[in-house]
């Protein structure tokens, strides 16, 4: 991106990761001056060799008076727990301070604008959405907080974006119109202060949306229902809600796995039960979101339906393999937790459940309700011992020390016991720094063992 409108103009850009670095280039290409810095001495080595030309000093020696602003990277506390000292540094000076997401739509302000938060599904619902409009727009870019940087885009008629609670505290006059908020759960409460501060930042979402614009939100949790409520009472913007799980008025939900859309005179339904990429209740919510952002946004029913079969999902996020001797295949590496492992183990059944690595706090001890659908555990890495203590004598399991002989285990067991949806599943509950680089390097390698069967 070549942010042209700030030519001349001189920006402090303070956070020098992926979006900060991005945010420098696309700066000096529009023919701006830059500011720049980072509490992390590895960003600004990576920065001095990206882009050598920068002027590179700490915040306290930049020309403030001559700021047209100050563009803070999303990690950088704007409030809780408390301000950064370049945020108090810009209102001294009374310099607005606004993020990546600003700058994008002062660059681009006739494209069209989607953009997806929530605590939970709005990577899954970014991409889907992404991937139906993929089949009628030509000119589409699509990421934010989920992979690049939105400053890394090129010029397009449309922009989805999954924006995080940090992205939406920085903007000023960005109007998406298309907003989609799907649920609340307690979450960065360090970062916002408290559920009242956390809420505050994700319905900036809907800030400066008119009339022709469209509210999406989930009803599934109280918060959010409430904020829905909210929001059709001011009567804004046009406001649609969804479920994943029951029926609403006027909105698209999902029930049994069978899409409903009320949005017209005559409802029209879907079967999801195939679609391998959006199993559970959890997927249910970010289809029917995404449903009605891509139908609003113009596409039809038959359409959509027929792109979201096609989806091939998130990497390492309950990715559905493929199935063998009638074994499914579910690399579901990026569950570093209990929390996220409970999706997997809520939409399967007859699972053979391959969990280890680094043990978060609790362990697995939250999802001893779902043991009864374990029918073996194999136990990798550090917390192997602590997890077999917690399994006890509810589920069978084994030691196996390593991913490639858990893989093996499991195979061999679930084709040898011949049950009817049986389930191989990379779900690990933990953290893969004992063995792995990361999750995405243990779900690469489940999908190198099943590829090689």
Same mark, same amino acid.
Request: charged share 15%.
């Given at each position: 991106?070549?942010?042209?409108?700030?030519?001349?103009?001189?920006?402090?850009?303070?956070?020098?990761?992926?979006?900060?670095?991005?945010?420098?280039?696309?700066?000096?290409?529009?023919?701006?001056?830059?500011?720049?810095?980072?509490?992390?001495?590895?960003?600004?080595?990576?920065?001095?060799?990206?882009?050598?030309?920068?002027?590179?000093?700490?915040?306290?020696?930049?020309?403030?008076?001559?700021?047209?602003?100050? *563009?803070?990277?999303? @990690? +950088?506390?704007?409030?809780?727990?408390?301000?950064?000292?370049?945020?108090?540094? &810009?209102? #001294? $000076? !009374?310099?607005?301070?606004?993020?990546?997401?600003?700058?994008?739509?002062?660059?681009?302000?006739?494209?069209?604008?989607?953009?997806?938060?929530?605590?939970?599904?709005?990577?899954?619902?970014?991409?889907?959405?992404?991937?139906?409009?993929?089949?009628?727009?030509?000119?589409?870019?699509?990421?934010?907080?989920?992979?690049?940087?939105?400053?890394?885009?090129?010029?397009?008629?449309?922009?989805?974006?999954?924006?995080?609670?940090?992205?939406?505290?920085?903007?000023?006059?960005?109007?998406?119109?298309?907003?989609?908020?799907?649920?609340?759960?307690?979450?960065?409460?360090?970062?916002?202060?408290?559920?009242?501060?956390?809420?505050?930042?994700?319905?900036?979402?809907?800030?400066?949306?008119?009339?022709?614009? *469209?509210?999406?939100? @989930? +009803?599934?949790?109280?918060?959010?229902?409430?904020?829905?409520?909210?929001?059709? &009472?001011? #009567? $804004? !913007?046009?406001?649609?809600?969804?479920?994943?799980?029951?029926?609403?008025?006027?909105?698209?939900?999902?029930?049994?796995?069978?899409?409903?859309?009320?949005?017209?005179?005559?409802?029209?339904?879907?079967?999801?039960?195939?679609?391998?990429?959006?199993?559970?209740?959890?997927?249910?919510?970010?289809?029917?979101?995404?449903?009605?952002?891509?139908?609003?946004?113009?596409?039809?029913?038959?359409?959509?339906?027929?792109?979201?079969?096609?989806?091939?999902?998130?990497?390492?996020?309950?990715?559905?393999?493929?199935?063998?001797?009638?074994?499914?295949?579910?690399?579901?590496?990026?569950?570093?937790?209990?929390?996220?492992?409970?999706?997997?183990?809520?939409?399967?059944?007859?699972?053979?459940?391959?969990?280890?690595?680094?043990?978060?706090?609790?362990?697995?001890?939250?999802?001893?309700?779902?043991?009864?659908?374990?029918?073996?555990?194999?136990?990798?890495?550090?917390?192997?011992?602590?997890?077999?203590?917690?399994?006890?004598?509810?589920?069978?399991?084994?030691?196996?020390?390593?991913?490639?002989?858990?893989?093996?285990?499991?195979?061999?067991?679930?084709?040898?016991?011949?049950?009817?949806?049986?389930?191989?599943?990379?779900?690990?509950?933990?953290?893969?720094?004992?063995?792995?680089?990361?999750?995405?390097?243990?779900?690469?390698?489940?999908?190198?063992?099943?590829?090689?069967?």
């Amino acid at each position: 991106m070549k942010l042209s409108f700030a030519a001349k103009q001189h920006y402090g850009v303070f956070g020098l990761g992926k979006s900060g670095l991005a945010t420098v280039r696309a700066l000096l290409a529009g023919g701006a001056e830059v500011s720049a810095w980072d509490d992390n001495p590895a960003h600004i080595a990576a920065l001095q060799q990206a882009l050598p030309h920068c002027q590179l000093m700490p915040a306290d020696m930049w020309p403030w008076t001559k700021l047209a602003a100050l *563009v803070l990277s999303p @990690g +950088v506390p704007l409030t809780h727990p408390k301000p950064h000292p370049v945020v108090m540094l &810009a209102k #001294a $000076q !009374q310099i607005p301070i606004i993020g990546d997401l600003e700058l994008l739509y002062r660059a681009m302000p006739k494209a069209r604008y989607i953009a997806v938060t929530g605590t939970n599904g709005k990577s899954t619902t970014t991409s889907l959405i992404g991937h139906c409009l993929a089949s009628v727009e030509s000119s589409l870019e699509v990421g934010g907080n989920l992979g690049r940087p939105v400053l890394d885009f090129a010029p397009a008629n449309a922009y989805v974006l999954e924006a995080s609670s940090y992205q939406l505290e920085l903007l000023a006059t960005t109007r998406f119109n298309i907003a989609l908020l799907l649920n609340f759960s307690p979450d960065h409460l360090d970062r916002h202060g408290d559920m009242a501060g956390y809420i505050a930042a994700k319905r900036n979402i809907f800030d400066r949306q008119q009339k022709t614009d *469209v509210a999406i939100l @989930g +009803v599934d949790d109280p918060a959010s229902a409430a904020l829905c409520r909210e929001l059709i &009472a001011a #009567a $804004q !913007q046009r406001v649609i809600p969804i479920s994943g799980n029951a029926p609403v008025k006027g909105g698209v939900f999902v029930q049994n796995a069978i899409l409903h859309n009320r949005l017209g005179e005559v409802e029209l339904t879907a079967s999801l039960a195939d679609i391998k990429s959006l199993q559970g209740a959890h997927n249910w919510q970010n289809a029917a979101a995404a449903y009605a952002a891509v139908f609003t946004y113009g596409m039809t029913h038959e359409a959509i339906i027929a792109a979201m079969r096609q989806f091939p999902g998130l990497a390492h996020r309950m990715q559905w393999l493929g199935e063998r001797q009638g074994v499914q295949y579910v690399n579901d590496s990026k569950a570093t937790n209990a929390d996220a492992a409970e999706k997997a183990l809520l939409t399967y059944d007859n699972i053979y459940w391959i969990i280890g690595g680094v043990q978060k706090e609790g362990g697995i001890t939250p999802l001893a309700r779902y043991f009864p659908k374990i029918r073996h555990a194999y136990l990798i890495g550090e917390a192997a011992l602590a997890f077999a203590d917690t399994l006890g004598s509810a589920v069978a399991h084994s030691h196996c020390g390593t991913l490639e002989q858990a893989f093996a285990a499991a195979r061999n067991d679930a084709e040898r016991d011949g049950v009817k949806g049986a389930v191989v599943l990379l779900s690990p509950a933990c953290a893969s720094f004992d063995q792995f680089r990361n999750f995405e390097e243990r779900g690469d390698e489940f999908i190198t063992l099943f590829r090689g069967m």
